[in-house]
């Protein structure tokens, strides 16, 4: 039996389809905006709105044709945060033919992290699935939530590119205030597009087979901040490597993961392509 996990986020809509050994069938990310401006509105984006209602009903057009017989979609963030979610959820359900589930961020962690750590053995690794809204930081016996995304970041400082440099440096500020006290662990997993989308323009080009287990320094993501600050976002758009529409959010997002990384004490970090749709592919495989 084929198993299918959606996940309804701040910035983008991902579809995994999986048989029922895990093996991949097919990965989908279409990149929505749903949450774009809520971090001064409380409410979802009207166009994003629009845009991510078609991609559910897409997502529901593959997974029929794909004999999918178990699917969860959960919606993080954004839906824990928006004031219309209700509404959203009653469009999403008729749009998907299931309702989402609004997940806390504590199962948003637990999530992430066992479809991160899939096939990497014993180790005590973190976790850090930086999405549009929240960030999440998990160990195997604790998670952390924090309030902060690449989609919030863009909406309190990044409204004009490129960036003045005291806007960089009010944007770090704000970011360490949030993520400061995180505990050091031994070893990091960043999941999520802002990891993947820094170790393709590292690469000059997405290959998820090159951008999976790769690794990714501090002194990287901190090159990558002070390059896409001087940059209008046409010009991030035409960087190899990007997907263009991640190109308003990248700045956000790696100022995010250069923070989190100075909080955790830690000089490299392990990119994955597996996260939380993933790990709610092994869930379902486990009767969950």
């Given at each position: 039996?084929?198993?299918?996990?959606?996940?309804?986020?701040?910035?983008?809509?991902?579809?995994l389809v999986a048989d029922a050994d895990g093996s991949d069938v097919l990965r989908l990310t279409r990149i929505?905006?749903?949450?774009?401006?809520?971090?001064?509105?409380?409410?979802?984006?009207?166009?994003?709105?629009a845009e991510?209602?078609?991609?559910?009903?897409?997502?529901?057009?593959?997974?029929?044709?794909?004999?999918?017989?178990?699917?969860?979609?959960?919606?993080?963030?954004?839906?824990?945060?928006?004031a219309d979610a209700a509404s959203f959820l009653d469009?999403?359900?008729?749009?998907?033919g299931a309702r989402p589930e609004v997940?806390?961020?504590?199962?948003?962690?637990?999530?992430?992290?066992?479809?991160?750590?899939?096939?990497?053995?014993?180790?005590?690794?973190?976790?850090?699935?930086?999405?549009?809204?929240?960030?999440?930081?998990?160990?195997?016996?604790?998670?952390?939530?924090?309030?902060?995304?690449?989609?919030r970041m863009t909406d309190l400082f990044f409204g004009t590119r490129p960036v003045p440099?005291?806007?960089?440096?009010?944007?770090?500020?704000?970011?360490?205030?949030?993520?400061?006290?995180?505990?050091?662990?031994?070893?990091?997993?960043g999941v999520a597009g802002t990891w993947t989308t820094l170790a393709a323009l590292t690469f000059g080009r997405y290959d998820p087979d090159l951008v999976?287990?790769?690794?990714?320094?501090?002194?990287?993501?901190?090159?990558?901040?002070?390059?896409?600050a001087g940059l209008s976002v046409a010009?991030?758009?035409?960087?190899p490597g990007i997907e263009p529409r991640r190109a308003p959010v990248i700045l956000g997002g790696s100022i995010v993961a250069e923070q989190v990384m100075e909080a955790l004490g830690v000089d490299r970090c392990l990119v994955s392509e597996r996260d939380l749709l993933d790990g709610i592919v092994a869930g379902l495989r486990d009767g969950e």
């Open positions: 039996m084929r198993l299918a996990a959606v996940d309804i986020g701040t910035n983008s809509v991902r579809l929505t905006g749903l949450g774009r401006g809520m971090q001064h509105t409380r409410r979802l984006s009207p166009e994003g709105r991510t209602l078609d991609v559910l009903g897409e997502y529901r057009r593959e997974m029929e044709a794909l004999g999918v017989g178990r699917m969860r979609c959960v919606m993080t963030a954004v839906g824990r945060s928006a469009e999403a359900e008729a749009a998907l997940i806390s961020g504590e199962e948003e962690a637990r999530l992430s992290y066992r479809g991160a750590v899939c096939g990497l053995g014993q180790a005590d690794w973190t976790v850090i699935d930086i999405g549009g809204g929240s960030t999440e930081i998990v160990t195997e016996t604790a998670a952390r939530s924090a309030d902060i995304g690449s989609v440099d005291d806007v960089v440096e009010a944007a770090r500020a704000h970011a360490r205030g949030i993520l400061a006290g995180a505990p050091a662990p031994d070893g990091v997993i999976h287990h790769s690794t990714l320094d501090r002194e990287q993501v901190s090159g990558w901040v002070e390059r896409l010009e991030t758009a035409a960087l």
